[in-house]
């Protein structure tokens, strides 16, 4: 999948800014995962009110509040604003996992003709190997919410995550909140060496 990326540049859109300038910064965050490119525009009023139904969809897909482990997704938001200000403006409240193209990239543009996207907003679903999985999949998302992704990810054969290296290797995901509470309501303690041997006799163990 960053095969569609190469030689170019994709920004995280968080505080910093991040770019994804290598092969393998993107191979990282793009392969063996299902890719969203997602088309829109802070001007189409569709874009607007589609937006926080696809940024609740992907943040259920990959928060560790909603999941224990992130989903096999990457979204891409292709641009199809008029200025970098509304590009940043659309931008400014969706998850910092999206990433995009710089606004001075023509790529954004050639990919909306390469993927015969005619209206927007519009959400092409992309296998891990390049195929097209669905080449408009807003209304899915809008009817089904986070379950149309396992019929995606069944289709495409995903990979199980659990046989894979971790998503960040220089920044390890932050363990759940929860995690600690739910060792100590599940841990069994060991019994006092002075009581072994009546709870032995108490629970028919000896």
Known sequence: MAALFSGRVLIRNNSEQDELE????????????????????????????FAPVLKDFFVR?????YVLRAAQLALVYVSQD?????????????????????????WRRDLGRQFCVERLPAVVVLKPGG??????????IQRLGPACFANWQEASEVLDRSFLPPEDLDDPAPRSLTEPLR???YRVERPRRGAEAAGGAAWGLD
């Open 22 to 49: 290598t092969d393998a910064e993107l191979s990282r965050r793009l392969d063996n995962r299902l890719l969203l490119l997602f088309f829109g525009a802070a001007a189409c009023p569709r874009c607007q009110a």
């Open 183 to 185: 060792r100590c309501k």
């Open 82 to 106: 008029r200025t970098e200000e509304q590009q940043g403006q659309f931008l400014k409240d969706m998850p910092e996992k999206w990433l995009f193209l710089p606004f001075e990239d023509a």
């Open 131 to 140: 195929d097209v999985l669905t080449r408009d999949a807003a209304a899915e």
């Open 61 to 65: 897909l990959t928060d560790e509040f």
